[in-house]
């Protein structure tokens, strides 16, 4: 094991051109010295868990960060989101840098591909200094072709693109059924809506006959009137007792507030803090394309004004392709309409040639398939890092460090390449690239490699290596120099054949087009295709909606909690012809959080904490005691220490600096108050349990079933660093979605159960990514089906059916290319996955 100061860290070299680290120790890091190189392409690798990310972006970025913010004033800077201080002796060299993460979009459909890349500003100014306008039009400002501006946004919709509103249908889905049934069923659940029907009895109304033998004026009176009359409430009598305690005036139990539905359907999205009562009212609202702006968003005075013919919205929805040929004989100064004011020619030309300038970096990072008004919640982490990237292509910028992590994560091999050539180009221009990245296409094209390791979480925080790539093979301990080369991994097995078919005719949604496909049972089918081909609105969409409905599942919203209701996507069409007896359920394991705070965690999550708090309510001292398993859990009073209120630290405010986080010195970060951690199971607290590894937890619990089953499972995926009580939001989304496969790995397993996975592999490395194909095998040979969308060759090739779609992407894909076998796939003509695929084949032969 190399010690602090490894070898490869050549001590006695000339610092002038590196960054040098000393004595990094952010999260498992250990105390670690590494020296790295500007102006160079440094790819961090290392199994997942091994430190990359707390290197490069906890240490190296966070620093760069801290030392920036220095600089600004006290005030601005507590308005800035701040990386923290990295726990480190020293940094020597380093340049400001810019991190360019994986992240979602802003969980708002007002942000979008034009305003991520600032492509939009430029739109507007030309069509205000360079469009054609009606006859005695005034000239519109750039803002005003904004719909996110009083002066652009449709007076209607409020620059929505859709009205929102509710009726009757939305809000009484089923009128056979009584008031005293929830026929309203967009009133509150539980006492809330009792108390609404209760107000009707007194108000007279009849709420023991369905809904639709009512009169109409009550029903309208009851889902949208303005009034809120308020009246006593008699609660336990019937309806005819409630009509005589009115009429003798007897004293009410309470008095109580109407509110219609609508009313409250409307009030309560404004207005609530949670998401999901937002997302509970939402489903009673009807969207609708605003009438007046045809859903372009926009006043109509701005849409009277034209470019190339089109109106601003019309353009917007064009992929970036056709605008950039659009916007070509305009920048060459060949257009015609402005023979009259050749200096209006002359703006419309200088800003055509920076708009193109702009969209062909996006075209050429093989995006030009998106829209400018494509919101940010529909693109995925992978399609937002590129879209970052190209706005700083674009910015000329010199001398930064740009932090990366994993951005050809989401990406076909064929569109790796064009990243790597933007790569190439900031570099060229004289910045320095720090990436942590698993695609070993991208490690080989790396000036310079650090590889953390050996292992993951505290087996890690090492540096195995930092030296040119080529280096790397001499290091017997590095877990990445065997697929950087070795080609002669097993051979690949034969691939095994379908049991059935579920067959799916008539696909249409986003770039599908009427498609018919069947995917194969009983087996591992990988779906791939290039980037925006059409694979996930195939899988994770439509095959999860058809088959959601036929299992009566709840079907899964693909937008942001807090979205307003359908939002104007495309809807689903086609139908499932056969297969359908050969599915009895669905599982969807994809890399959502587990949970959205600090409370959620890997123990609590999987359900194996609910039997440690057991174990330890079963001993003899609490039950002397008389402390139930709640007593056990951070999030009841009775257990948790009271000062932190069992987070196990505390916010220290800062003036002009963004919030501290120190432990509770109460608690010291135990999260229990003093009583509870007195309990001791096998000489352990409750604490103590929560701060163990799920390695280390596995020995503990070894003779406890029931603990010890879910411990398995998280081991069997690679997940054996984590502690049980790590906080969800500490998760990448690579281990949310391993934590979620091994949650349903401990359960008995039963046939005829159909897994769907969206790109698993990403912020794997190729370790991991063996362990988790082991499991996918296992769940095969259970007697299940497992469908992946993926773009790693090896997964492709280790699959028993391919389903290419394609060829390219947006309106050049969508169709099923070729499918089969992997030997089948590699040898289609039409297929850009076929050669990649074929190279990786000829690495197992």
């Known amino acids: 094991m190399p010690d602090r100061r490894t070898p490869q860290a050549h001590p006695d070299r000339d610092r002038a051109g590196y960054v040098q680290v000393r004595g990094a120790r952010e999260h498992n890091l250990k105390d670690i010295d590494v020296d790295i190189p500007r102006e160079a392409l440094v790819v961090f690798t290392g199994v997942s868990g091994s430190g990359k990310s707390s290197l490069a972006f906890g240490t190296l970025y966070a620093e760069a960060q801290r030392r920036y913010l220095d600089s600004v004033a006290p005030y601005a800077r507590r308005l800035i989101d701040q990386a923290g201080v990295p726990d480190v002796d020293s940094i020597e060299g380093l340049p400001p840098a810019v991190a360019l993460q994986q992240q979602r979009g802003a969980p708002t459909t007002r942000s979008s591909v034009g305003s991520v890349t600032t492509v939009s500003n430029s739109l507007r100014m030309l069509y205000s200094r360079a469009g054609s306008y009606p006859d005695g039009a005034a000239i519109i400002y750039a803002d005003g072709f904004s719909p996110n501006t009083p002066q652009g946004a449709c007076p209607q919709c409020h620059g929505l693109g859709r009205i929102y509103e509710v009726t009757e249908r939305s809000m009484v889905p089923d009128d056979s059924l009584t008031i005293r049934e929830r026929a309203v069923a967009a009133w509150p659940p539980a006492w809330h809506g009792q108390n609404q029907r209760d107000i009707l009895v007194t108000l007279g109304y009849d709420i023991d006959i369905p809904w639709r033998e009512l009169p109409q004026e009550q029903r309208d009176w009851i889902l949208f009137t303005e009034e809120q009359p308020t009246v006593g409430v008699y609660r336990d009598l019937t309806p005819a007792q409630t009509r005589a305690a009115v009429e003798r005036g007897d004293n009410p139990s309470y008095k109580g507030t109407f509110s219609s539905a609508q009313r409250y359907v409307l009030h309560t999205f404004a207005s609530t803090q949670s998401a999901l009562i937002k997302k509970r009212v939402g489903q009673y609202m009807v969207g609708t394309q605003c009438p007046s702006c045809d859903g372009k968003r926009l006043r109509r005075e701005a849409l009277a004004v034209t470019f190339a013919g089109l109106d601003i919205g019309e353009l917007s929805r064009l992929p970036l392709k056709q605008v950039a040929e659009l916007l070509r004989p305009v920048a060459a100064g060949d257009a015609a309409g402005h023979d009259d004011h050749p200096e209006q020619a002359e703006v419309a030309r200088r800003i055509a040639t920076d708009l193109l300038a702009r969209i062909e970096i996006i075209i050429g990072l093989g995006l030009g398939y998106l829209s400018l008004e494509r919101s940010t919640p529909t693109l995925s982490p992978g399609e937002l890092q590129r879209l970052r990237l190209a706005t700083q292509i674009r910015s000329n910028l010199f001398g930064v460090v740009y932090v990366l992590d994993e951005p050809s994560a989401g990406l076909h091999p064929a569109d790796t390449e064009a990243l790597l050539v933007a790569l190439e180009q900031l570099k060229g221009a004289g910045n320095s690239l720090f990436v942590v990245e698993h695609e070993t296409e991208v490690i080989r094209r790396a000036d310079w490699l650090v590889e953390l390791g050996p292992a993951a979480g505290e087996q890690g925080g090492r540096v195995l290596y930092s030296g040119a790539p080529a280096g790397l093979a001499e290091i017997e301990a590095s877990p990445t120099a065997r697929y950087l080369f070795d080609h002669n991994p097993p051979l690949q097995r034969v691939p095994r054949e379908p049991g059935s078919w579920l067959e799916l005719q008539g696909v249409r949604r986003n770039n599908l087009d009427g498609i018919d496909v069947a995917f194969p049972l009983g087996v591992l089918t990988v779906v791939t295709g290039v980037s925006g081909s059409g694979k996930s609105s195939l899988v994770s969409q439509v095959l999860v909606e058809l088959l959601g409905v036929h299992l009566g599942h709840e079907v899964p919203v693909e937008s942001d909690e807090g979205e307003l209701p359908d939002e104007g996507g495309p809807a689903t ?80 405010e800062l003036l002009f600096m963004p919030s501290v986080y120190a432990p509770c010195p109460v608690c010291h970060g135990a999260r229990y108050n003093a009583k509870t951690l007195e309990i001791r199971y096998r000489d352990r607290t409750i604490a103590d349990v929560l701060g163990m590894t799920v390695d280390m937890a596995a020995e503990f619990f070894a003779e406890d079933a029931q603990v010890a089953r879910p411990l398995a499972a998280l081991r069997e995926v690679g997940l054996g660093y984590l502690r049980l009580g790590q906080p969800a939001t500490e998760l990448s989304g690579g281990e949310a979605q391993r934590i979620k496969l091994a949650t349903e790995l401990q359960r008995v397993q039963r046939s005829g ?13 190729p370790a991991d990514v063996e362990l988790l194909m082991r499991q996918l095998d296992g769940l095969v040979e259970a007697g299940n089906s497992v469908i992946v969308v993926e773009h790693d060759m090896r997964v492709a090739a280790a699959a028993d059916w391919i389903i290419d779609i394609g060829p390219g992407a947006g309106d050049e894909g969508g169709r099923v290319v070729a499918q089969g076998t992997p030997q089948t796939v590699m040898a289609s003509k039409d297929s850009r996955t076929a050669r990649y695929l074929a190279a990786e084949l000829a690495t197992r032969s």
């Open 573 to 652: 069409d086609g139908r499932i012809v056969a297969g359908l007896d050969r599915v009895r359920r669905l599982v969807r394991v994809d890399q959502k959080p587990i949970g959205r705070t600090p409370r959620s965690n890997l123990a609590t999550y999987t359900g194996l904490f609910d039997h440690v708090r057991k174990l330890f309510a079963a001993t003899p001292e609490a039950r002397k005691r008389r402390y139930d398993a709640g007593r056990f859990s951070f999030n009841v009073a009775k257990g948790r220490c009271e000062n932190c209120e069992g987070e196990g630290f505390v916010s220290v």
């Open 753 to 765: 159960t159909l897994y769907l996975l969206d790109e698993p592999t990403t912020g794997l490395h």
